[in-house]
């Protein structure tokens, strides 16, 4: 009888297929007790990567990844450390590449603080003027500036051109002078000798010629330099040099002045309500020359333009034509005022404000063209020291034409206006008050200037 073959043993149970038991010793199963819950899970010691990161990885390994923002890959080697100072560690993405650090924006507090500038220079175009000219327009003021304007010397015979026409700027308090061909000019009538050396003329030796000359020079500088008569005080001591006749007119038109008779034909003087000088310093160019007049005597000719820096004063362009002319009172020389300004005119009690450096100034240029008659005192009753005017002509650039009270009233250009009480309008063609290659016009028009 044939033998059935045994059917394949199947494992027992707690056994592994081999036969063998899984704890070594037989009997109950390891994993009967095992909890596959969240905290077996978590405590796992090997994870199973994620799909796309198996992907990348099989990817990168024949392509490294390239940061089109110009990062440095992970594969770049280290990169250069700096010598001194440490370098914070940057932010890394997921897959080792720095974040780049976000920039502040600069462009939003820049336009900002550019509206701002602009409204404020909008506000306050006087003070950016001086501060563009005072960095880029006024080397002529700097002394130790290249561009400085040359010292010009007394003129020793008629000029045959006018000055040069310089850059046109505006003169301030700091820089009064600024654009003007008088700024290299004389100070001081002392600096100006007779063209030719005068010997004996007539009657008179070289001595008594000199002390003439002398005498000339003296008038001219209490006239038209002295601080307290510029400044609107009462011209003594120029008075005290005259012929009595010369000084009882010259007192009149002081006190009571016209058209006819106004007190600048003698002397250089300035309304303080309307402008004050900016310093004692007054600029001066012209010539001096001596003849002969026969038996008459001696001839001093004297053709001087002087120059005025002025500011404006406590009233200029606002106060109305006084319906009286105003009358000089005498009193002492004042001290100066704060800012350089000058002394303070005799007998004005308004008191006059200091002013910034930036303050906008102007500038009058007088032209005076004189003769003094010295007399012989042999044939002729008269003060040999005293003077005598055989012939007086002057011209203003920049004063008002029709307001005769004794003084001159120049215009400012902050107010754009004519001086206060002043009508007529300038006519005729322009002149140059610095070109000095002509003699002066015997007209009285109201004339313009080209420049000032």
Known sequence: MPIAE????????????????????????????????????????????????????AQW???????????????DGPGRTKRFGRKPKPAADPWGNPVPRRRMEWRTPL???LTITVLLAALNLDSLKFWYSTHFGYASDHPASASAVPT????????????????????????PWAGSPAEGWPTSVDAFAPAQTPGPIGVFDADQVAAQVKLVKDYLAAANLDPKVVAG???DAALAMLDREEQDNARAALTKPSSESDPTAWFSRFDPRDA?????????????????????GVLVHTDFTYVYALRPGPEAGKRTASPKPAT??????????????????????????????????????????????????????VNPKKLVFSKTQSDAGNSACDINDGYYHPQFDQFATRPPGSTSEPTGPATDPYDRTKNL???QDCGRISRN
């Open 152 to 175: 010009v010397a007394p003129e020793t015979a008629r000029p045959t051109t006018a000055p040069p026409t310089l850059d046109p700027k505006q003169p301030t308090v700091d820089h």
């Open 328 to 381: 000089p009172r005498p009193s002492a020389p004042q001290p100066p005022a704060g800012d350089g300004g000058g002394p303070k005119p005799a007998g004005w009690t308004v008191p006059v404000a200091d002013v910034a450096g930036d303050t906008w100034t102007t500038r009058t240029i007088v032209r005076r063209v004189d003769t003094f008659r010295f007399y012989d005192p042999a044939r002729y009753r």
């Open 441 to 443: 016009a015997d007209n």
């Open 6 to 57: 045994d059917p394949e043993p199947r494992p027992s149970e707690g056994r592994n297929p081999d036969g063998a038991d899984p704890s070594g010793a037989g009997g109950k199963d390891p994993f009967d007790e095992l909890v596959l819950d969240d905290e077996f899970v978590k405590g796992a010691t090997v994870k199973e990567q994620a799909a796309r990161t198996r992907m990348l990885a």
């Open 276 to 296: 004050i000088p900016v310093s004692d310093t007054v600029k001066m160019q012209g010539l001096i020359t001596v003849e002969g007049d026969g038996d008459k």
């Open 111 to 113: 336009y900002v603080l």
């Open 233 to 235: 005080g009462t011209p």
């Open 61 to 75: 390994k024949h392509t490294p990844p390239v940061d089109p923002g110009g990062r440095r890959s992970v594969n």
